[in-house]
């Protein structure tokens, strides 16, 4: 499960912006290349964070479609996964951009410090 791969570094990312605070809310932004299941994410983040600032915080995901632009008919469209074909002709020759971000949004910081 790679979740624990991303979601130690989104842990990194949360620990220093808490700066000891507690924190109830996190949304990341991840790209969809990475394939990542909302269940299984919240699942990893759970024990990741496990005793520290960012315990039983909430995960908000949100998800950022890559961009697939074919080079046969000129199509652009959002992309799922690396294998994507085009939606336009089904040429699988496309180019994929974006989709591969993985970024900490925000943090929303406990009510009672
Ligand atoms: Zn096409």
């Not at 979601?7 to 991840?30: F, N, P, Q, T, Y």
């Not at 089904?90 to 910081?109: A, R």
């Amino acid at each position: 499960m790679h979740e624990f791969g991303l979601c130690e570094g989104i842990l990194g990312a949360v620990e220093r912006r808490a700066a000891g605070r507690r924190v109830s809310r996190v949304r990341v932004r991840v790209g969809t290349l990475h394939q990542v299941v909302a269940p299984a994410l919240d699942q990893a983040f759970a024990m990741v964070s496990a005793g520290g600032v960012a315990e039983d915080a909430g995960v908000d995901l949100v998800l950022v479609p890559a961009t697939c632009r074919c080079r046969t008919c000129g199509h652009e469209g959002d992309a799922e996964d690396v294998l994507a074909v085009c939606a336009g002709c089904g040429s699988p020759d496309v180019e994929l951009s974006g989709g591969d971000e993985l970024t900490l949004e925000s943090i929303e910081l406990a009510a009672n410090q």
